[in-house]
C-alpha cells in the first residue's frame, strides 16, 4: 500500500525573493518526454508532465561497460547513474522501485524537502531481493530549485550498492532556472564517481578498506571516463556536480577557467561567488557557471590531489597519486555573442534564533561495536547506530544550532535528511555565503555549527556520515521530529 499526498505541503524558504524573480521577465525552459502513460524504460532523462512523474525504476547488476573497470556494475534501468529525473514544485512522484539485486534495497531522496515517512523519504523501508514498492511523494509547491541525489540507504549495505554503481539525480526547477542568463546557460549534470577497477572486488569489503572508506581508481563522470563537454566561444556553461562516490571526496579545478558557484546542495545562493577550485565531499553539489572566455581549445577538468587528514596517512586508498586527474574535457566549440553572468541569484533568508543547542561528537570505537562484528564500530555520541533508539527528539517548527564535532582521524561529511541547514561556523578560513546545505565536510578535528528549522514534516528520521562505509558501520544517528503538520 502506498501512501497518497494530497495536502500541498509548504515550506518557508524564501518566497519573497522568488517572486521577485519571476517579475523581472523569465524564461521558462520547456521539458522533454513526457512520461504519464508511455514510462520508458532506459531513457536517459523522465521529465514530469501534467503535474506528475511516473516511472518504473528497476535495481539490477549489469555487465560492467568502463574499460578496465568492475565486471559487474549496479544500475537504475540498466544505467548507472540512473535516468535523470525532472519535475516542478507541486508535482507528484511516483516510482515503482523493482529490486533485482539479491540483497535488500531501498531508496533516499537526499536533499529533498519531503516527509521522511511512509512511501515518501522513509529509509525504513526496505524492499526484498525480488521485491518492489511504490514511493509516491508531492514535491512542495515552494520548494526550492535544485539539483538533488538518488540513492539505497539500506543500512549495511549502503556502501556495497553506491559504490557498486548505484545513483541517481533528481532536478527541481524554479525561480533559478528562470533568470534570463541561467536560462540562457547551457546545463550539464556530471555525477562523479569513482569506480573499483576490474581486478578489485567492489561488493563487501572488509577491514582497513571499510573502515577508510573504499575509493576506486577510475574516476568516472557520468559513468565515462574522460567525457567531453563542448562550449561556445563567448558562451555559459552550467555545471550542476554531484559527488555520488562512496568516500572520495574531490578537489576540482577547470584548467584555464574560474567557476562561479550559483547553488550548494540544497538551492541558489544570493549572487555568483567566484571559486579557483571546488571541494566537494560524498553527497554534496555545487552548481557553478563557467564562461566561454579563453582561447579555443581543450581545457580539462581536473581532480586535483585532495589533503586527507587521516593521521595514518591514509584516506586516500586507491587514489591517483601526484598531480591532478582529469575527469572530462571542455572543449571549445562555435562561438555565440559573448552571455552575462548574472548580478543576482535568490537571496537566502537569515534563520530564526535557535531555541537550543545540542553537540554531537563523531568518532569510532575499537572493539566489535559495529552492527558487522568488524571490530570498528562508528559512533556519534558514544553510540553506534541503532534503528530502534531514538537519539535526538525535537520539535517540529522549533530551530535548533548543532554543533557538529568530528573528533577523529579521519574525515567525516555529516548529512542531515528532511531538512537542509546552514553553516552558522566553521573552522574553515575562507568566509563562505549564507546558503543551503544538506551535508557539510569536517577533516578530522574540525567542528562546525549548523543551524536547522524543523519545519513541515513530523517523523523518524536520521542524520549521518556520508562516507557511507562509516555510515553502515554504525555512524549514524535517529532523529524524531514530534508534532502534526500544519
Ligand atoms: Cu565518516
Redesign the pocket.
Known amino acids: 500500500m502506498t501512501t497518497r499526498l494530497h495536502r500541498r505541503q509548504f515550506l518557508f524558504l524564501g518566497m519573497g525573493s522568488i517572486a521577485t524573480v519571476l517579475a523581472g521577465g523569465a524564461v521558462v525552459r520547456s521539458m522533454q518526454s513526457s512520461s504519464r502513460g508511455s514510462r520508458p524504460a532506459g531513457a536517459a532523462r523522465l521529465s514530469s508532465s501534467a503535474g506528475e512523474l511516473e516511472l518504473d525504476l528497476v535495481a539490477e547488476a549489469r555487465a560492467g561497460t568502463i574499460p578496465g573497470g568492475p565486471a559487474k556494475v549496479l544500475t537504475y534501468n540498466g544505467r548507472s547513474p540512473g535516468p535523470l529525473l525532472e519535475v516542478n514544485p507541486g508535482d507528484r512522484v511516483l516510482i515503482h522501485l523493482q529490486n533485482r539485486l539479491n540483497q535488500p534495497t531501498n531508496l533516499h531522496f537526499h536533499g529533498l524537502h519531503i516527509p521522511p515517512t511512509g512511501s515518501a523519504d522513509n529509509v525504513f523501508l526496505h524492499v526484498a531481493p525480488g521485491g518492489s514498492t511504490t514511493y509516491d511523494f508531492t514535491i512542495p509547491s515552494n520548494h526550492q530549485a535544485g539539483l538533488f541525489y538518488l540513492h539505497p540507504h539500506q543500512h549495511g549495505v549502503s556502501a556495497d550498492q553506491v559504490f557498486g554503481g548505484l545513483a541517481g539525480t533528481l532536478i527541481v526547477r524554479g525561480a533559478l532556472d528562470r533568470i534570463p542568463e541561467m536560462a540562457a546557460a547551457s546545463e550539464h549534470v556530471l555525477v562523479l564517481k569513482d569506480f573499483a577497477s576490474g581486478s578489485g572486488n567492489p561488493g563487501s569489503a572488509m577491514g582497513m578498506g571499510r573502515m577508510l572508506?573504499r575509493e576506486g581508481p577510475l574516476l568516472t563522470v557520468n559513468g565515462a571516463l574522460n567525457p567531453e563537454l563542448s562550449i561556445a566561444s563567448g558562451g555559459l556553461l552550467r555545471l550542476r556536480l554531484l559527488n555520488a562516490s562512496n568516500?572520495r571526496i574531490y578537489r576540482l579545478a577547470l584548467e584555464g577557467h574560474t567557476m562561479q558557484l550559483i547553488a550548494t546542495d540544497g538551492g541558489a545562493i544570493a549572487k555568483p561567488e567566484l571559486l579557483e577550485e571546488l571541494l566537494l565531499a560524498p553527497g554534496e553539489r555545487a552548481d557553478v557557471l563557467v564562461q566561454g572566455n579563453q582561447r579555443v581549445g581543450s581545457y580539462s577538468l581536473q581532480a586535483l590531489p585532495s589533503q586527507p587528514s587521516g593521521h595514518m596517512g591514509m584516506g586516500a586508498m586507491g587514489s591517483p597519486a601526484g598531480s591532478g586527474s582529469t575527469l572530462a574535457t571542455l572543449r571549445y566549440s562555435g562561438a555565440v555573442k559573448p552571455l552575462a553572468l548574472p548580478m543576482a541569484l535568490i537571496p537566502v533568508p537569515e534563520m530564526p534564533a535557535p531555541e537550543r543547542t545540542r553537540r554531537f561528537v563523531?568518532g569510532h570505537a575499537m572493539g566489535g561495536m559495529g552492527s558487522h562484528g568488524m571490530g570498528m564500530g562508528?559512533q556519534i555520541n558514544g553510540a553506534s547506530f541503532d534503528p530502534n533508539r531514538i537519539d535526538t527528539r525535537v520539535e517540529l517548527g522549533s530551530t535548533e544550532d548543532w554543533v557538529i564535532v568530528?573528533n577523529?582521524v579521519?574525515?567525516?561529511?555529516?548529512h542531515l535528511h528532511t531538512n537542509s541547514f546552514q553553516i552558522v561556523n566553521s573552522s574553515e578560513q575562507r568566509p563562505a555565503p549564507r546558503a543551503w546545505k544538506d551535508t557539510i565536510l569536517l577533516r578530522a578535528g574540525q567542528e562546525a555549527t549548523i543551524r536547522v528549522s524543523f519545519q513541515d514534516f513530523p517523523g523518524r528520521t536520521v542524520y549521518?556520515?556520508?562516507?557511507l562505509?562509516?555510515?553502515d558501520l554504525g555512524?549514524m544517528g535517529v532523529l524524531q521530529i514530534d508534532g502534526k503538520p500544519s
Not at 579521519?410 to 555529516?414: Q, S, T, V
Not at 549521518?464 to 562516507?467: E, G, I, K, L, S
Request: hydrophobic content about 30%; proline content about 5%.
Open positions: 572508506g568516500a563523531m562508528f568530528n577523529d579521519m574525515d567525516h561529511p555529516f549521518h556520515c556520508h562516507n562505509d562509516h555510515e555512524l
